[in-house]
């Protein structure tokens, strides 16, 4: 799922100008009210006041903005269509399907309404000062006044949001005119293109010009400016939004010199959706795109032939919002600067700060020479249905993913390769990847055909929710209670994104209702038995999918692939951490780019994690007009506020449609927890929510306040990603990877964080984890919670003392290692006197010396973290000058900076302890500044060695894996200085 929603969009809670109230109960009650009233006025057939105008419409030519856009166009045609209770205009959805096409870039249609419509004549305050009387439930007519009020628009606006291009073409056609004006007819239109120059568009009922070409020069937002002249000789001009990407030389697409390939794959194996679902009647075939960017030779020159395959797949994201590369993003609505790629998705920074992008780097020899695969699901259409791929059924992209491998081995095959696949699934793409593998081994049992041998070496899961996802309770609470309303976007998003089969698949806590105040618990706290729990619960969609998921394969595999390795990476902690890094102001949805990222935690329990108040002025005082709270769920058997929506009909208010205020309480019956702040992967639902909101302000209000956000919260839980067997237990608690020797999860390894990170991102630690994987080279499970050793530091020669460890869990043996590097012939060594195996040594100390003590627990299934103890022994008792050392030597010390570190720079630095040194003149460092460097491990084994004439060296392109190192700095003289480096 898009970061859910990486491209989840929230574009959502009244953006642009979204919003109204299209109840059928209003309507009814707003006519028949009027039985008793001559409406002989009423001319227009559109009543302005049976829906709720967010879109401003009565004032919209009046008001100092008086500019519109694409999502405004929609709205306000949406609100029109319903006031005539729909017998005039279109509706939007019908509209969109007449849009030209996106893949025709650079192009973009213009709308144009002009139509008369009425308001009722009533003032709620002062009836007298209108032309309507209340009587109970009916209207009566005050005589000589009348009952109605005629209003007038005009407003024409881009239909696209967002286009790129070097040249711009604007399409004006009938389609999208909607004159239903009756007394303001269009003589003729002119148009502004920001360019200074008026264009002749319409003239006596024809479109004069039906296409306009404009070449930009700068990119960002144009503003048109519409003049119409009317035939009773008046005129009025109206603007609009649209945001222009200008396209140059340097930002386009050569997949020659970029070293790519384009390509589709339509599916040979079909799959036909759950029996209730009405949209799915017959089997359907899937369909993929991909990008093929082919591995680099020992010349940096790229080979086109696929060799050496590495497929990455894509999420959730519905409506394919997300692209391969931010060059193909066609998405009228979204902006690179809003667009995050799979190509963005893939990439880390350095401890220098410096950005690498993964693709790139799998691509060079010195990182295996990879030939990158993207997969993503695109929209399709099959007969006369439309898919939207990124959302779609698991499974039928799963088999999709089957037909695909089966074909890209025999590719490779044919191209001499016998190299065999690594498939790599963040989020969503672990859950198709999964299937897909399972599918295929299962296929192969059953038939013996070598075509479903899936030939993949190494399986990938980053941060896939095994056992289930999480998007806010709160937030569906609030997106649902706003399409209740009529929020355009809002409908879109709960039947598009919340109502998508891959969303019902997935998601542990999913909103179906509500029942007085309360919301309906039937699809909450969703498990099945399948997974490991006891009975199962939530919505239909959810049950039949894990079934479905753990039926598939082999049999007892619980549906994972047996036949290759399997490994994992988590976002969320393992610690039980609820910190993260928050990369956003403190107040704001903004990101925090001066002061970069700031420590933060996921939000309480019960606590409010948004609070938006929409403020209207009216003549000096301010008005609330909307209020969008949301909060975290309660903890386990806990009950609280969930959500609450409320907006005020601001203008012509009938009393019993006034306001729409809505609280909405949930009891969380989840033995595993809070969903919203368990540790796992985050995504900043709240920031995502507040930024689309408040950037698109209806223009009904003069401005939002975001008076309260808790910017992320946990997607994916570790729990989850990690796909315990057992996993009914709370998942908020610390989980033990000392040594996984329970068959816990099914994978032979992973990799998690300390903290919990965003959703699929990574690191530099995490990347070069998951490149050694790929190198062949077996990684450990990272442990952050070692046992300290305990015993005396200090201590002199011949003595002997006791070392200690705490019982790890699940160890049956503890293996202990003494690091002491003499560089004398004559030297008592340390030696391990009894104990070796157990908790607790005894040690006999060697000649004076600086070392390490170091232990690690064991059993049947492997090793687990180092632990380990700084020591140094001394001549004889009290003696604390280091003995047989240089008496001046200790004046010196030496510093490692960063420490601990990743496997980047190293500063090594030798320096006085303090600035005036009574040994500075007889110093060894000064005598000769030539210092021999050597990196050990904890084994002894030597992994680095340079000589460098300077007190100040920088180490650079040091890659060592994590643990426990020794740094050895001796001088011309022979003078030697030890230093711990830690690599995470």
């Not at 650079?106 to 008369?116: C, E, F, R, W």
């Amino acid at each position: 799922m898009k970061r859910l929603l990486l491209s989840m969009c929230f574009s959502i809670l009244l953006t642009q100008v979204h919003a109204q109230k299209e109840s059928q109960e209003s309507k009814i009650s707003i006519d028949s009210m009027l039985v008793n009233i001559d409406k002989s006025t009423f001319t227009s057939g559109i009543l302005y006041d049976r829906v709720t105008d967010w879109a401003a419409l009565a004032s919209f030519n009046d008001d100092a903005k008086n500019v519109s856009n694409s999502k405004h166009f929609e709205q306000a045609l949406h609100e029109l269509y319903k006031a005539s209770n729909q017998q005039k205009f279109i509706y939007y959805k019908d509209l969109r399907k007449k849009y030209t096409k996106n893949k025709q870039q650079g192009v973009v249609d213009i709308g144009i309404l002009n139509a008369s419509f009425h308001q009722l004549n009533y003032n709620q305050e002062n009836e007298s000062k209108g032309g309507l009387l209340k009587k109970g439930a009916k209207f009566e007519s005050i005589k000589g006044k009348s009952p109605f009020v005629e209003k007038h628009l005009f407003l024409v606006s881009p239909l696209r949001g967002y286009i790129k291009g070097q040249t711009i073409t604007y399409k004006f056609n009938d389609s999208f005119l909607f004159d239903v004006a009756t007394t303001k007819k269009i003589v003729s239109l002119t148009v502004d293109f920001d360019t200074n120059k008026k264009y002749a568009i319409y003239k006596n009922g024809v479109f004069t010009t039906k296409t306009i070409q404009i070449d930009y020069t700068k990119s960002g937002y144009k503003t048109l400016a519409s003049t119409v002249v009317y035939a009773d000789s008046t005129q009025q001009t109206t603007k609009a939004k649209l945001h222009v990407k200008v396209l140059d030389a340097t930002m386009m697409r050569d997949p020659i010199v970029d070293g790519t390939k384009d390509s589709i794959h339509d599916s040979t194996i079909a799959f036909q959706g759950y029996s209730y679902d009405e949209n799915e009647t017959t089997p359907i075939y899937g369909k993929l795109e991909y990008r093929i960017f082919y591995h680099k030779d020992s010349n940096g020159a790229y080979e086109r032939r696929l060799l050496k395959p590495i497929v990455i797949i894509d999420g959730f994201d519905p409506g394919d919002l997300r692209k391969i590369q931010d060059v193909d993003n066609n998405n009228p609505n979204i902006s690179d600067e809003d667009h995050d790629s799979i190509e963005e998705m893939m990439e880390y920074v350095d401890s220098e700060n410096r950005r690498h992008y993964i693709i790139e780097e799998l691509r060079k020899p010195e990182n295996g020479g990879y030939d990158v695969i993207i997969i993503n699901h695109p929209n399709y259409t099959r007969g006369a249905k439309t898919i939207n791929g990124g959302a779609d059924y698991i499974e039928r992209n799963g088999r999709a993913h089957a037909s695909f491998y089966k074909e890209l081995n025999a590719t490779i095959l044919a191209n001499g390769s016998s190299e065999e696949l690594v498939i790599v699934g963040p989020s969503m793409g672990g859950q198709v990847s999964r299937y897909a593998l399972a599918y295929m081994e299962q296929k192969y049992e059953e038939t013996n055909d070598v075509q479903w041998q899936h030939h993949v070496r190494l399986w990938v899961s980053i941060d896939s929710p095994h056992l289930g996802a999480n998007v806010p309770l709160g937030t569906q609470s609030l997106l649902n209670m706003a399409a209740e309303t009529g929020v355009v976007e809002a409908i879109g998003f709960v039947e598009g994104l919340l109502g998508s089969p891959a969303a019902k698949q997935q998601l542990i806590e999913q909103y179906n209702g509500y029942s007085g105040s309360n919301l309906k618990q039937d699809h909450l706290n969703a498990k099945t038995i399948s997974q490991g729990y006891s009975e199962n619960r939530g919505s239909q969609f959810f049950i039949d999918f894990y079934d479905n998921l753990y039926a598939n394969g082999l049999d007892n595999s619980r549906g994972y692939p047996q036949n290759l390795r399997k490994i994992a990476i988590a976002n969320g902690s393992i610690t039980g951490s609820k910190k993260y890094k928050n990369p956003f102001k403190s107040n704001w949805y903004t990101l925090n780019e001066n002061n970069g990222l700031r420590d933060d935690t996921y939000p309480d329990s019960k606590e409010k994690v948004l609070d938006i108040t929409g403020v209207k002025v009216v003549l000096g005082p301010r008005i609330i007009g909307a209020r969008l709270h949301s909060y975290a769920m309660p903890e386990f058997s806990g009950s609280g506020l969930l959500a609450r929506f409320y907006k005020l009909k601001l203008a012509w208010a009938i009393p019993i449609v006034s306001t729409y205020d809505k609280h909405l309480f949930v009891t969380n019956n989840n033995s595993r927890g809070n969903m919203d702040n368990v540790s796992g992967g985050w995504f900043a639902t709240q920031q995502q929510v507040a930024k689309t909101t408040i950037e698109n302000m209806p223009s009904v209000l003069s401005w939002y306040e975001l008076r309260k956000i808790s910017h992320a919260n946990s997607f994916i839980a570790t729990p989850s990603s990690l796909g315990f067997k057992n996993p009914d237990f709370k998942w908020g608690e610390p989980i033990d990877t000392n040594l996984l020797c329970d068959d816990e999860i099914p994978f032979d390894t992973f990799f998690a964080p300390k903290d919990n990170e965003r959703h699929t991102s990574f690191t530099e630690t995490s990347v070069n984890w998951l490149f050694e994987e790929l190198a062949g080279n077996e990684q450990s499970i990272p442990n952050y919670t070692n046992p300290t050793i305990t015993g005396d530091p200090e201590v002199y020669t011949g003595q002997t003392v006791t070392y200690t460890i705490p019982k790890v869990a699940k160890a049956t043996s503890y293996t202990w290692d003494l690091d002491f590097n003499y560089n004398t012939i004559n030297y008592t060594p340390w030696s391990i006197i009894s104990g070796q195996g157990t908790t607790s040594i005894t040690v006999s100390a060697g000649s004076p010396i600086i070392g390490y003590i170091s232990c690690r627990p064991k059993n049947s299934c492997g090793t687990g973290q180092l632990s380990y103890k700084a020591v140094r022994s001394y001549n004889s008792v009290g003696d604390g000058d280091g003995g047989d050392d240089d008496p001046c030597d200790n004046n010196y010390k030496l510093s490692i900076s960063p420490n601990p570190n990743k496997g980047g720079v190293l500063t090594l630095t030798l320096a006085p302890d303090y600035p005036t040194d009574p040994c500075d003149d007889i110093n060894p460092f000064k005598q000769q500044i030539k210092n021999t460097v050597e990196i050990y491990d904890i084994y002894g084994s030597k992994k680095y060695s340079g000589i460098y004439n300077s007190n100040e060296i920088f180490i650079t392109g040091l890659r060592l894996k994590m643990g426990v190192y020794v740094v050895h700095l001796t001088t011309a003289n022979g003078v030697k200085k030890e230093k711990k480096l830690m690599i995470e």
